[in-house]
């Protein structure tokens, strides 16, 4: 449940927070695997370091559009950057040819 704001800002949704945590999280994780340096990262999306810092906290959302570009920079799929990869919970289609 969203909790009440006391300085007039609107009010926080705890799983949106904790999901951009989680992002903020595993973008660290991804840039320090591929040996990536911060100021890297900050030259080719023309960010500051303070920003990748807060984003990489989760202090601030990560834009969505920037999300490839981190992918992009890192080497891995954006699924695997966001964490968005589910397991199937059905199976395939099987492809059979007609026995006529």
Do not use: N
Request: net charge positive.
């Amino acid at each position: 449940m969203a909790k009440r704001s006391t300085m007039g800002r609107p009010p926080i949704d705890e799983r949106w927070m904790a999901r951009r945590i989680r992002i903020g999280a595993r973008l660290r994780r991804a840039r320090e695997a591929s040996e990536v340096v911060p100021m890297r990262v900050c030259l080719d999306l023309g960010i500051s370091l303070k920003r990748l810092s807060r984003m990489e906290s989760g202090a601030i959302y990560t834009p969505a559009e920037y999300i490839p570009e981190f992918a992009r920079l890192y080497g891995i799929s954006i699924d695997d950057l966001i964490g968005s990869r589910r397991p199937r919970t059905t199976p395939a289609p099987q492809h059979t040819a007609d026995a006529t």
